[in-house]
């Protein structure tokens, strides 16, 4: 029964609870849980939940919540570094399920990206397709598109794909591109045509910019304030674009970074074009964007033995070259900036080996080998490198340790990569739309799954889903009655008949 708050010493005068909380939020996990043996007083001082709120938010989880939507923080922050760890575990012993988003025969896939788990998909039909693969309801509503003139005949190949939170883009091989909102249904909400077909389409990661370029033509479509669409900004380059992306977090006017073959323009709607970096025959091999730099690969032709392939760095606001990193014998294929963390730079080579760079030193500080021929695709986070190759295999890598933790291999050259904390992504992208020596025909489904390409998408947080961790082809509905095109629902235990 002694005065715990005289007896105690570092409380040997009468403190205010305020002024104590104030020292205490110098502490971190493990101090605080030291502080709280010590006695009553300083348990109720170390579990206050100002303190472990802060904690929560410092450590990155439950950004979005205020300090009363949890009753006990402590619990809360418990709660996410368990399920954290289990998500880690799963995605090294490669423990969850795996799906395929699937379509029907006589389609051939000719483009796939995604944002945030919502999948899109562009086919030889001329149709898009999207799927929201954070719900097990991979049921695929098809975007209208914009009638042909005269409505006559199938309507085009779709060239590409683009989607972000909010929009969804789709070029077609005839020069027409269709924006929908991912908010208002499926008809499109604006449409344009180019006279020729378009080599390259952005969009905006956060923003609802578009980008197009077409023959010489750099196009930028963005809606104005009152939601009318216009056109910013048209640009004549002098060369064929071969990539083009969209500044993201731009406030005003959309910022493009297009690579014409040797050249790289930095186009705003004011200005007439800037030339970002252009060295004659040293042409750009893979781009990617991020809010305040970009990233590019060079290619050189062997004769300056001393300076071999090389990814360099552009400041958008200077205009200049911030760093050179690779000096790589083979062809940069591709390049991951804007998804990487800070002052990290993942690169893909034709020389099949995956690179991670430290930007502030200019070194590689991981190089990862296992492809059998190019990587083709790349993104990479703290701990882990995800990478497609040309012949369809996809590897997941620990970067600390640079081993291999697993591999899924599929017929075609994988083109698309995307992950976040508990979920994977990958689309396997056939080179030949219109195989020939094949009918590729709704009667003839072995031909079409041969040639179709395909979508997997991965989920590691089964542990949390319990009964929706049955995958979807598992749970029978027994009313499906055509058994070739490969849905069927098997039966086992857990249906719910």
Not at 1 to 19: A, K, S, T
Not at 110 to 119: E, S
Not at 331 to 356: E, I, T, W, Y
Not at 466 to 486: H, K, M, Q, T
Request: aromatic fraction near 10%; glycine fraction near 8%.
């Amino acid at each position: 029964f002694q005065n715990e708050i005289n007896e105690v010493p570092f409380f040997d005068v009468q403190l205010p609870y305020e002024l104590a909380l104030k020292i205490f939020q110098y502490l971190g996990k493990a101090e605080l849980g030291r502080c709280a043996q010590v006695s009553r007083t300083w348990k109720i001082l170390a579990e206050d939940e100002v303190l472990w709120y802060r904690l929560c938010q410092e450590e990155g989880y439950l950004l979005d919540m205020s300090i009363s939507d949890h009753s006990c923080w402590k619990l809360a922050l418990k709660n996410c570094r368990a399920r954290e760890h289990m998500l880690k575990t799963n995605w090294k012993n490669r423990v969850g399920a795996v799906s395929q988003l699937r379509y029907e025969p006589g389609r051939v896939l000719c483009d796939v990206h995604c944002c945030d788990g919502v999948v899109m998909a562009g086919y030889t039909s001329g149709e898009v397709r999207l799927w929201d693969t954070r719900t097990w309801d991979y049921t695929a509503p098809v975007l209208a598109a914009v009638p042909g003139p005269g409505g006559a005949g199938a309507p085009p190949h779709v060239s590409f794909v683009r989607i972000n939170s909010s929009l969804a883009v789709a070029a077609h091989e005839d020069g027409t591109v269709s924006v929908w909102s991912l908010l208002l249904g499926q008809e499109p909400i604006h449409h344009f045509q180019h006279n020729q077909r378009i080599q390259a389409l952005a969009l905006a990661p956060g923003g609802a910019a578009v980008a197009t370029a077409s023959g010489f033509q750099v196009r930028l479509e963005s809606p104005d304030d009152r939601g009318f669409w216009q056109t910013p900004g048209t640009f004549e380059i002098q060369k064929l674009v071969n990539f083009l992306n969209l500044v993201p977090d731009v406030t005003g006017s959309p910022v493009a970074v297009a690579a014409a073959e040797d050249i790289v323009y930095l186009l705003k709607a004011e200005d007439p074009g800037r030339i970002l970096h252009s060295v004659y025959g040293q042409p750009v091999t893979c781009l990617d964007v991020a809010a305040h730099e970009a990233a590019f690969g060079i290619k050189t032709f062997g004769w300056l033995l001393n300076e071999p392939n090389q990814i360099l760095l552009y400041n958008l606001e200077t205009n200049q070259c911030v760093t050179k990193v690779g000096n790589s014998i083979g062809d940069f294929s591709c390049v991951n900036l804007h998804s990487s963390p800070p002052n990290m730079l993942v690169a893909g080579n034709k020389d099949r080996r995956v690179r991670v760079f430290d930007l502030r030193r200019g070194e590689a500080v991981c190089s990862v080998h296992g492809h059998q021929l190019g990587v083709c695709a790349v993104q990479m986070d703290e701990w882990k490198l995800v990478s497609g190759g040309e012949e369809g295999l996809v590897c997941v890598w620990d970067q600390r340790m640079a081993t291999k933790l697993w591999e899924m291999h599929a017929r075609h050259p994988v083109r698309h990569v995307w992950f976040n904390s508990h979920s994977l992504i990958t689309a396997n992208i056939p080179e030949e739309k219109n195989p020939r020596g094949s009918s590729i025909t709704e009667d003839d489904p072995s031909l079409h799954r041969k040639y179709r390409g395909v979508i997997y998408s991965y989920e590691f947080s089964v542990d949390q889903l319990a009964v929706d961790s049955v995958l979807p082809i598992c749970r029978s509905s027994y009313d499906e009655v055509s058994g070739y095109n490969y849905n069927i629902g098997l039966a086992v235990p857990y249906d719910s008949i």
